[in-house]
């Protein structure tokens, strides 16, 4: 199925908004269209074309995005490279590629023509990026998305969060994977403003949050944490903080409500173009995140999610990436959760990390979210332990928030009072660093065993 190339559509629907906002400029839709369609020229004469692999190794802003725009006006397939990663693995993602993009596409002469050659039509079955997982449990794997899957997601999304016209999403998540990409996109479907910050500065994005600059911002448990520590309250505009990449404590949800922040917390993986379950905007509301009911909600309208025999979450539906799909016709996750009477999901963890002690299964994530319940906790990983009782001791690894007094003990009580008996830490040790994460801000717990 062929649809109308997505920013070709939105420069000639709202040529004069602005499609993309930048701390060193912006862009209209006109000028994203123009310099995209220069940068389009360019990439040919370095031959690129349909279903060529391009690799775009750009700080997150104006160029990367004329960049990847021009990779989709050609019906090249844009491969982002994590900026962040060491050379060596930066290195391999442009390795796979057929062009490399490291410096800024020039606007030269010959783009004039090249309007007349580019594709005015998106195949949905057709190759659009390539996106490299994140690597919390194992090395980052390359997934092919199609313009399918990312239209499918844009549209999923907006059925639970909206998309008003005035819409301006802000981005301080890295560019190369799949929330910060999606955002990119998502804008230019729905004719909307991004803006894009080159990394999460917390000062910086709470001032653009408080002067009313923005109606929703992406972020994940730990960046709305450092959101709320440096002051934000009741920001006027904004609709939701859409918060993912792994669990939000209940207790995080308070601090949210009592600073008049609305939360819509959400699951994705990479092979779903984001999103899988969302909390619709109906049910942000500042009374949920208070009474500490709030959950990644059901599925997007377009996604299917069902759980296995074994705990494990499977999800289906026209986002999921082709290739991800196994012979059943799903995609596994690997993580691992349940299904509530109305359909909302909760992701207890990953199938892979589950510590078996004494015989008993146990979520790593359930024990932190307990653990990060305790006040004087900033936070907190739990990871298995060799033993020779239990076979894997249940070990946690603490983060004392900054100007709180250690309370071992006082941490050990919380989670007896919320917690089985086996899911009890054994031990609790102290870390005065905070705790390794991907570039997306996901617990990289193989970094701690």
């Keep these: 199925m062929l649809v109308e190339a997505w920013l070709a559509r939105a420069a000639a629907a709202r040529p004069r908004l602005v499609a993309l906002e930048t701390p060193s400029g912006s862009w209209t839709y006109g000028e994203l269209e123009h310099a995209a369609l220069a940068g389009a020229a360019q990439l040919r004469e370095l031959g690129a074309g349909p279903g060529v692999p391009v690799a775009i190794a750009l700080p997150p802003g104006l160029e990367f995005a004329r960049a990847l725009h021009a990779c989709l006006l050609l019906g090249a397939v844009a491969v982002p490279v994590d900026m962040r990663l060491p050379e060596g693995a930066r290195a391999k993602v442009s390795a796979a590629a057929e062009v490399l993009v490291e410096e800024p596409l020039s606007a030269g002469a010959r783009a004039r023509g090249a309007s007349a050659r580019i594709r005015e039509t998106h195949d949905l079955d057709a190759a659009a990026v390539v996106i490299h997982t994140s690597g919390t449990s194992a090395e980052p794997k390359a997934?092919?998305?199609?313009y399918g899957n990312l239209l499918w997601s844009a549209l999923g999304s907006a059925a639970a969060l909206g998309a008003p016209r005035e819409e301006r999403w802000l981005c301080a998540l890295p560019l190369a994977h799949v929330g910060g990409l999606s955002i990119l996109i998502r804008s230019a479907i729905y004719a909307?403003?991004?803006?894009?910050?080159?990394?999460f500065e917390a000062e910086r994005v709470a001032s653009?949050?408080?002067?009313?600059?923005?109606?929703?911002?992406?972020?994940?448990?730990?960046?709305l944490a450092r959101l709320l520590d440096a002051g934000l309250r009741r920001p006027p505009a904004l609709r939701c903080a859409l918060t993912g990449g792994g669990p939000v404590p209940?207790?995080?949800l308070d601090r949210a409500y009592a600073a008049g922040v609305p939360v819509s917390i959400t699951y994705g993986l990479t092979e779903a173009a984001s999103q899988v379950t969302t909390t619709p905007l109906a049910l942000v509301d500042l009374r949920s995140v208070a009474a500490g009911r709030a959950t990644p909600g059901p599925p997007l309208f377009c996604s299917r999610?069902?759980?296995a025999g074994d705990g494990e979450i499977l999800v289906g539906g026209p986002t999921v990436a082709p290739g991800a799909l196994a012979g059943d016709g799903w995609l596994h996750t690997e993580d691992v959760g349940e299904l509530d009477g109305h359909g909302r999901l909760l992701v207890t963890g990953r199938r892979s990390e589950v510590i078996i002690s004494g015989?008993?299964?146990?979520?790593?994530?359930?024990?932190?979210?307990?653990?990060?319940?305790?006040?004087?906790?900033g936070e907190a990983a739990v990871i298995a332990r060799a033993d020779p009782e239990w076979g894997e001791a249940v070990s946690a690894i603490v983060v004392w928030r900054e100007g709180?007094?250690?309370d071992v003990d006082g941490v050990l009580a919380l989670c007896a009072r919320v917690l089985a008996p086996y899911e009890v830490p054994k031990s609790v040790s102290t870390r005065a660093e905070p705790l390794p994460r991907t570039a997306?801000?996901?617990?990289?717990?193989?970094?701690?065993?």
């Design 305 to 307: 999610v069902r759980i």
């Design 440 to 449: 997306s801000g996901k617990l990289v717990r193989r970094e701690l065993m």
């Design 250 to 252: 209940a207790q995080l």
């Design 208 to 223: 653009a949050l408080t002067a009313g600059e923005v109606t929703i911002v992406s972020v994940v448990a730990t960046t």
């Design 404 to 406: 709180s007094e250690a």
């Design 192 to 199: 909307t403003t991004a803006i894009v910050h080159e990394r």
């Design 359 to 377: 015989g008993q299964n146990v979520s790593p994530a359930k024990v932190e979210a307990a653990i990060e319940a305790h006040p004087a906790v």
């Design 143 to 146: 997934v092919t998305l199609t």
